[in-house]
Structures are given as C-alpha cells and as structure tokens.
C-alpha cells in the first residue's frame, strides 16, 4: 500500500527503534500527527511548550539510552526548545528532533513562520539534514537515528517540509541502520595513565558522563586502591548512580574559589570520560582553570569511548585486585526545624524510596547535597549540564516516562521553575509518580553569589531584578492550575510528611518548601 512521507517517516522512527514522541505540534506537521494517529506503536506526550518537549526528551534518553522523538513546529518553535537542547547536548543526550517547515514551494515566498531553521538547529546539533523529496523521508530518518545513538549521544535534527509529509513516498520506510560500537581506550593512554598512577603521587582520577555509572565506579575504586589516587566526579553529570554499594564521590566544585582549593593538591589528573575543570564563569582575578598550571593532565578516554573497557584494562596493567566498596554508614533520619540544604539533604536520604531518581535543579541551594546523601538507598542523580535554567521540571518528567515504576523526585529551585511550569500540566495527564519540592526563596538567590562573585556592588535597582516577591509566587495555586496537588510547609518535618504522603500515591505531587 503506497505511503506518504509522514508515514514513511513513522514507520521508520520505529523500525529504528524510537518508539517516544515528545510533542508540540503546528500546521505543518499536521500529517505527521495523522500518521501517528493512524500506526500504532508511539507513545505520543504533549508538551505545552517546546523548552518542556526537548526537556523531557532529554530526561528520557538519560533513563532509558535510547533517543525519543521530538516534534517541533518550525524554527521559531525549535527555538523555543533551544536551551533545554543546549543542555541535553552538554549531557550528550541522543534526540531526533522531527521540525515542521513551510512547503518546499512556498518557503521562497517569505510567510511569516519562514525562519533559519537549519542555522537555529545547527547551534545544538551534531547532525542536521532538510528534506528535499517525499521519497527521501525514509532514508534521512534512519540515518537520523544513527547519528542520535552514536556514543556517547548525539541531538540529530531533522526538517521536514510540509509537502514532503503528504507527499506520495515511493519506496516507502527504511530500516534501521546499524549504531556504531563506542571508540575503545588507546593502549598507549592506558599504558601511560598506568606509569603515571605507579610513579606518582598526588593523582586525581576524574570521572564524567558514562564513567559514573556503578560498574565504572567499582573499576574506578579499584585503580584508587591499588594506587593511592584520588577520584572525583566532573561538575555537572548527566547521570551519576549514587546510594549504598556505589562510591562515596564528591564533585568538582561550582565555586570558583572551592574548586581551585579542591583540585590543588594534585599534579596528575586522569580524565576518564571528562575534560580538565574549567571555570562556569570568568571572574576578575581569577584563573579560568581551575587545576594547578604545572598540572600533567592525561586522557585516559574522550566522552565518546567506553570507559567499562578503559577502566578494566587499566585495572588489569596495574594489577589491582578486587577491592570492596565502603560502607556509607547507617542511614540518616529525618531532620526537623527551620529548612537547610543540609537538613533537606539528609530528609531525602532518609525517605527516599530504593531506585529513585533525583532530578536536581536546586541551584545554589543544593550544592552541597552530596555530601548527605551518600548513605541513601541506591538512586540516580540528575544533573543540570549545561546552566540552562528551566530544565527540572521536564527533566523529571521525561526521566519519569523512560523509568516506569520508580519514583522521581525534583529539587527545583523556585525562580528556574517558572521557566517550564507547564511541563506540572504533562506529569498530571500522564499521571507519573513525580514528587516536585519547590525551594521557595522567593529570588534568584544564585545570582546575588554571582554579584559578588565578579566583584559588582548591587543597589536597589539591581535587587529587584533579582527579587520574585510583590507579588509571592503561589506554588501551590500553580500546581493546582496544571492539575497537580500541592501543599506548602515552612518547616523540615513538613517536607517529611509531605514528602512521604507523596511516596503512596501514583501521580505528581509538588511540596512548596519556603526557605
């Protein structure tokens, strides 16, 4: 039976694999929509705004390491989703963003949706392709596939003009192509990595994107015993696999002046999967990197390669035996009184539900989260990778459809919630199991540090800019209007009840914690 180019086009986003459609849909993609209407085997979820569709998508990859589809409604709605694409690039997310565009024939004609989408797609992705012919369809969506799950993962985008859609598609869908195996370890960087653990002191084993996973952390703390090193995690992470039975590892602080401290002590650094530490920000006065200068920085692998093989041959060259994760210590209890990151931290540790995940967008007030937390049960942490803020609350949702059945809980802070509070109104029509604590401070307390941070001195004109009161936000009149309970507590026992009613439902919850 002949199909047009937006069944070609479905079809073959499911022969590959891609069986997830996060979505906001316009005129031109109007053919596509019937198309999933008519095949089954997509699961299609509305978003109410683009940032929330590439957020979720983004969330999802992160779970499940396979790319969802985004349908997007031509460049000015790209662009609506570019920062949470920017962020889900820096987690090296694989996505095939599907973009509507003005019909082949009317695009010279300069409507007033005509935009660069190509250049708008080209600044978050690694892969980039328009659609000529309806009969191309097929073959462009395969190898957009291809390029979103080449390791470590890639933002694939593909532009489909509206006559391509219902166009005639002769030859119909393609297969799915073949993903290409992730790089392996360079023998001589293993060999040099292995010198340098044996002859020196002072190495900092630094650990990023697939590198943070248990098993890699086990093949980590393995080389650290038999040597002496030390390991840290990068900054921000796409996924870190935390708890009990996983290490005790910090981050490389956000602070400019925490993080030169940090890594001072050493003049070898392994990156494993990761890059040197560098500043989020310059400030004056400052070194941009933050490592020591006379540092020796040696890559073990790129953010591409398998650091399983990498780590384990490397273990194998020193020899290093089996060596058993330590034991966190018990389990912390819930902490009462005035809110405190710390307090918050340990209340989560204590009630958190084995296998959550922890989507954290908390900002400055959660920096210090790690520290107590190790002693939770087994959980994945979620970060913001990179600084766009609005990516919580999507991120929690999409990690919520890739993960079914395991509790996702989101520390967002207040004034980065605003930026993508639709994505509340998709957690309560998919009902998921997502537990969203507001940290109300009621500013965008982040950036008075940042304030002092560059040495400016901020008067009553600035402050207000940085000021969400007159008028408070109402988080939970907020939720409410997206169709999710809410409840709001000044206190840490508050959170805890709160937190714990929440735990025995199946759908959102959001806790307003005023700080």
């Not at 969330?59 to 790209?78: F, Q």
């Not at 994505?423 to 307390?445: C, D, F, H, M």
């Not at 940042?450 to 901020?458: L, M, S």
């Not at 936000?473 to 000044?490: F, Y």
Request: aromatic residues 6%; negative net charge.
């Amino acid at each position: 039976m002949p199909v047009n180019g937006a069944e070609s086009l479905v079809h073959t986003l499911l022969a590959a694999g891609v069986d997830t459609c996060f979505a906001n849909p316009g005129t031109s993609e109007m053919h596509f929509v019937a198309a999933l209407d008519r095949i089954p085997g997509m699961r299609c979820v509305l978003g109410l705004q683009e940032n929330v569709v590439t957020g979720m998508a983004d969330g999802y990859w992160r779970m499940t390491g396979k790319p969802a589809v985004t349908l997007l409604h031509c460049g000015p709605g790209l662009a609506n989703g570019l920062s949470n694409l920017h962020n889900a690039r820096r987690a090296r997310s694989g996505i095939v963003n599907c973009v509507g565009d003005q019909a082949t024939y009317h695009r010279p004609l300069d409507a007033q949706l005509t935009a660069d989408t190509e250049g708008f797609a080209r600044a978050v992705s690694a892969w980039t392709r328009t659609v000529a012919r309806a009969e191309d369809v097929g073959r462009d969506a395969a190898t957009a596939v291809q390029a979103a799950r080449t390791s470590p993962g890639q933002i694939a985008t593909l532009i489909l003009p509206s006559d391509v859609c219902w166009d005639e598609a002769p030859g119909g869908p393609a297969t799915g192509l073949p993903v290409p195996a992730a790089p392996q370890a360079d023998p001589h960087a293993v060999r040099n990595a292995a010198r340098a653990l044996r002859d020196r002191k002072d190495v900092l084993i630094l650990l990023g994107g697939p590198a943070l996973t248990a098993e890699a952390q086990a093949l980590a703390w393995r080389v650290a015993q038999a040597t002496g090193a030390a390991v840290l995690a990068e900054m921000s992470n796409s996924r870190v696999e935390r708890g009990q039975g996983r290490m005790q590892l910090e981050r490389v602080p956000y602070p400019a002046d925490l993080a030169i401290e940090a890594l001072k002590p050493y003049t070898t650094i392994i990156l494993v999967n990761s890059k040197a530490p560098v500043g989020f920000f310059a400030y004056p006065n400052k070194p941009s990197r933050h490592h020591r200068e006379d540092a020796d920085i040696l890559l073990l692998t790129r953010y591409e390669a398998d650091p399983i093989q990498a780590l384990t041959a490397l273990a194998d060259e020193l020899g290093a035996p089996q060596a058993a994760i330590p034991d966190p210590g018990p389990r912390p209890q819930p902490v009462r009184g005035t809110p405190t990151p710390e307090g918050l931290a340990q209340t989560l540790a204590a009630l958190m539900p084995d296998n959550a995940i922890i989507a954290d967008e908390s900002v400055s007030f959660g920096r210090g989260f790690y520290k107590f937390t190790h002693a939770a049960p087994a959980h994945d942490w979620l970060h913001i990778t990179g600084g766009a803020i609005g990516c919580g609350i999507p991120l929690a949702t999409g990690a919520a459809i890739g993960a079914p059945g395991r509790r996702v809980i989101n520390l967002q802070a207040d004034g980065s919630a605003m930026y993508t509070l639709q994505g509340l109104w998709t957690q309560a029509r998919e009902k998921l199991p997502v537990t969203t604590i507001i940290i109300s401070n009621r500013k965008y307390a982040i950036l008075i540090g940042e304030y002092q941070g560059v040495g400016a001195n901020p008067g009553r004109t600035a402050m207000d800019m940085l000021d969400l009161g007159n008028p408070n936000l109402d988080w939970v009149k907020l939720a409410g209007g997206m169709g999710v309970a809410a409840a709001r507590t000044t206190t840490l026992e508050g959170v805890a009840d709160l937190l714990q009613q929440s735990l025995s439902q199946d759908g959102p919850f959001l806790i307003e914690m005023e700080v």
